[in-house]
């Protein structure tokens, strides 16, 4: 079994560290109590070249791997959980473009979300009703002539207030999951807005929005990603990877509160009693066992191996573990560790909802429990 990172993703993660060490973690706090959404450091980390940094070099991307993609937002979400978010959606919504766009819709979508152009990409498949059961959603898309007409609400967007593309996912083919495409709208198109941004418990330093459209319009040909019926597929091939992100995210969380409990206790100058000592040592090896399951998880896609299952163990363990670390760091420093004055106070808060988004622990266990039964 071989273990060792590439000297080209250890590039990576050493140039994601510096990023994230300069030009986010000074100013995450600020950010967070302000709500501030940084746009314009997002379009920095795009130029360095790591956003979407799977995307291939045919298609304009770095090439790069899943495994190094995983330790950048680990050293992103250390900084801020909230920006590693961001450009975890944005760079899944450059590979379903690199995957399943014709090159007309990269050159008008993918290039400026890889370059900074855009500030990011949204990833729009919720909606009120149809959160973890994706194949149940509403939004319609009747087609009139060369026009897609789409109605419908589409929530807990992320980006949505500063995403240059969004990919739509609609019904416009009947009832189930085979009924479903996918389709590009942009932030321009008549019909379209903008719904209520939502005031969230944490990552609040991140856009998370509702999106309407009221007979919104579009040029179906030129905008379809899809055949049409095809989206559900191309929406589980995009969650699979995008646990691998959550993962890596919730990861970082977790590192990061770990850092925040030992500078916060050495402050303190107190010494640990045994039980608090076991209790670290427990965090310290879930963050260890989570890291080998987000990056084996990753390593089965970069070999274009079944990971399904194993993006869903690496999700469900590492968010998991990540809000038990945050929580037990809180504990053990007491006071202190409760006060805005602290980040570890915002990783606590930001961790939750990494068990919820990309899918649910309870769906990633029915994920996991199914790939067992087909063995």
């Known amino acids: 079994m071989d273990f060792q990172i590439s000297s080209e993703e250890q590039d990576i993660q050493r140039r994601a560290r510096a990023f994230a060490r300069s030009a986010v973690a000074p100013y995450a706090g600020r950010w967070e109590q302000q ?79 890889l370059s900074g152009g855009f500030v990011a990409g949204s990833f729009a498949l919720s909606e009120p009703g149809a959160g973890s059961d994706a194949a149940s959603l509403r939004t319609q898309m009747q087609i009139d002539g060369e026009c897609g007409i789409i109605n419908g609400e589409k929530t807990w967007i992320s980006s949505g207030t500063h995403a240059g593309v ?25 019909g379209f807005s903008i719904g209520r941004k939502e005031d969230k418990m944490g990552l609040r330093a991140s856009s998370t929005v509702s999106l309407h459209f009221g007979d919104c319009s579009i040029p179906v040909e030129a905008r379809r990603l899809s055949e049409k019926g095809g989206g559900f597929r191309i929406a589980m091939t995009a969650l699979d990877g995008g646990r691998i992100g959550v993962s890596s995210q919730a990861w970082g969380i977790a590192k990061g509160a770990m850092e925040d409990l030992r500078e916060g206790l050495r402050q303190q100058g107190r010494s640990l009693l045994g039980e608090e000592r076991a209790q670290i040592a427990q965090m310290e090896s879930e963050l260890l ?70 899918g649910t622990s309870e769906v990633q266990r029915i994920v996991i429990a199914r790939s067992l039964m087909r063995a």
């Open 35 to 113: 709500e501030h959404f940084p746009a314009e450091t997002l379009q920095a980390y795009a130029r360095e070249g790591l956003v979407g940094l799977t995307v291939s070099k045919a298609c304009g991307g770095p090439g790069a791997t899943t495994v190094a993609y995983a330790l950048s937002i680990m050293e992103l979400a250390q900084a801020c959980s909230a920006t590693a978010v961001t450009v975890a959606v944005s760079s899944m919504v450059a590979e379903v473009l690199s995957r399943f766009a014709t090159p007309e819709q990269q050159a008008r979508y993918l290039l400026p979300i």
């Open 289 to 358: 066992a989570a890291r080998a399951l987000i990056l084996r998880a990753a390593w089965l896609k970069d070999q274009r191996k079944p990971f399904s299952a194993q993006a869903a163990m690496a999700k469900a363990f590492a968010t998991e573990s990540a809000n038990r670390i945050c929580q037990q760091a809180v504990t053990l420093l007491g006071e202190e560790g409760c006060t805005q004055l602290h980040s570890l106070e915002r990783r606590l808060r930001d961790c939750k909802v990494t068990t919820i988004y990309e």
């Open 166 to 190: 969004f990919v739509v996912w609609v019904r416009d083919n009947g009832e189930g999951s085979r009924g479903i495409s996918t389709v590009l709208v942009q932030p321009d198109d008549v």
